[in-house]
């Protein structure tokens, strides 16, 4: 009995020094930033402004999720702002022509399935690159948003609809349970299942992973509709907060989950990263994002450093596979 608790205890602390050892770095680099941004404004270690930062997380951290998947294949999805902006915007639309909570709920899922899945086709079935492609699309889907309402905004008041963004449940904040459950959903699938190990195996050698039987071309096409999926609840988040959907709605928001996602240690190459990577890598975003408003940083600023904050990351990557190879 006690040796089977001291092999237990042993597991245990082997788990953690692997954790430590994989995520120390980004650990840190989130608390030194949080300790930076206090030490300049008093009022951000504050309990109103941290939840405050976990909701403006949520909308970066669920988009970033689907990057990952994409990114883990070796390809990108720069059009992830757009199907955002769709989303919120089919959204709005679907509630104003009478449609219900949930159907209206269910076509704007759809929608961002069907924009992920025609990344997918084209660049699976078209042999077409990723970046290409979803460049493309970055404009098309962002040229759709204007159409309904010919570049003006959407006003949402359905309470269902709006409760996402601004209602708690137990004392949380609704839209934090999302996220974590979202967070639970991939990294299961990731780190736990079949579909996951194919991923990586086919990011890491497509090859490989031809030889092995793995349907390539299908594993891409369903991963891009994945994040299609996810690009669209974080639109139906952030119209959720906004109480309208906005045609400029996740401007930039591609960088911050292509950041996000990198700087959790998923390789630009492919085949490796993680979600707890790519959710802490989120944090640090947001926390980045909600300090430099605080200080008032102008927003032309705040592109500059989220461009540095990805060229270091990416830097990184790079050192980190010459050390490998």
């Excluded at 509709?225 to 139906?236: D, E, F, N, R, W």
């Excluded at 989120?282 to 990805?310: R, T």
């Amino acid at each position: 009995m006690t040796q089977t608790t001291d092999t237990t205890q042993g597991a245990g602390r082997q788990q953690l020094a692997a954790m430590l050892h994989q995520y120390g770095g980004i650990l840190i680099s989130l608390v030194l930033l949080c300790v930076v941004f206090t030490l300049l404004n008093e009022r951000f270690m504050t309990v109103a402004n941290l939840t405050n930062i976990l909701q403006q997380v949520a909308v970066v951290a669920i988009a970033a999720f689907g990057m990952t998947w994409v990114i883990l294949l070796g390809e990108i999805d720069l059009s992830i702002g757009s199907i955002i902006a769709v989303a919120g915007m089919a959204g709005a639309q679907a509630l104003g022509l009478g449609m219900g909570f949930v159907p209206a709920l269910l076509f704007t899922l759809a929608a961002g399935a069907l924009m992920g899945l025609i990344n997918g086709v084209l660049t699976a079935r078209l042999a077409l690159p990723s970046f290409i492609v979803t460049v493309a699309t970055m404009g098309i889907y962002r040229g759709f948003v204007s159409l309904p309402t010919n570049g003006a905004p959407a006003m949402i008041s359905d309470p269902h609809w709006t409760a996402i963004g601004s209602n708690s449940l137990l004392g949380i904040p609704i839209i934090i349970w999302i996220v974590a459950v979202l967070f639970l959903f991939n990294h299961i699938l990731l780190s736990r299942t079949t579909f996951g190990r194919r991923t990586y195996l086919t990011g890491g050698n497509r090859e490989a992973a031809l030889y092995s039987g793995i349907k390539v071309d299908r594993l891409k096409i369903t991963i891009f509709t994945l994040s299609g999926v996810m690009a669209a609840i974080s639109g139906i988040l952030l119209s959720s907060r906004l109480y309208s959907a906005q045609t400029n709605a996740g401007m930039s928001y591609e960088l911050d989950a292509i950041a996000a996602a990198v700087l959790g240690g998923t390789s630009l190459a492919g085949g490796v990263g993680t979600m707890v990577g790519t959710l802490i890598g989120a944090l640090i975003i947001g926390v980045m994002n909600n300090g430099m408003n605080m200080l008032s940083v102008p927003y032309f600023y705040q592109l500059i450093v989220k461009g540095l904050v990805i060229l270091i990351a990416v830097w990184l990557d790079v050192r980190a596979k010459r050390r490998q190879g």
